[in-house]
């Protein structure tokens, strides 16, 4: 019971300190400088969390070139940087993906 009681307090003082950081801080005073630093957010923190699970297997050990998941990755990148179209990219990413894992299991 007490380790439920932690995953819910845990959950409920990172929501609160989230929506505090949104109730409080108005973006009419900030500067254009932290406004600008800010929007550099989103994309810093996206491969930090995307990589490790690409590139990594469970124990930690980096996987080689040629998983499936490395060789999805890197088409992703190629239709994404070539189209600039988000939906086009996750989808053919997920697409690559799927095409060879079911290529490689047969």
Request: charged letters at 10%; a positive charge.
């Amino acid at each position: 019971m007490s380790i439920w009681l932690s995953i819910i307090i845990a959950g409920l003082f990172n929501y609160f300190t989230r929506l505090a950081s949104v109730l409080i801080i108005n973006p009419n005073k900030m500067n254009n400088k932290t406004k600008l630093i800010l929007t550099y957010v989103p994309s810093s923190v996206f491969p930090a969390i995307i990589f490790p699970a690409v590139f990594l297997e469970q124990n930690g050990m980096i996987l080689n070139f040629y998983d499936p998941k490395i060789i999805a990755i890197s088409i992703a990148f190629l239709i994404g940087f070539i189209t600039k179209n988000l939906i086009l990219t996750i989808f053919s990413g997920l697409t690559s993906f799927w095409i060879l894992i079911f290529w490689l299991i047969k």
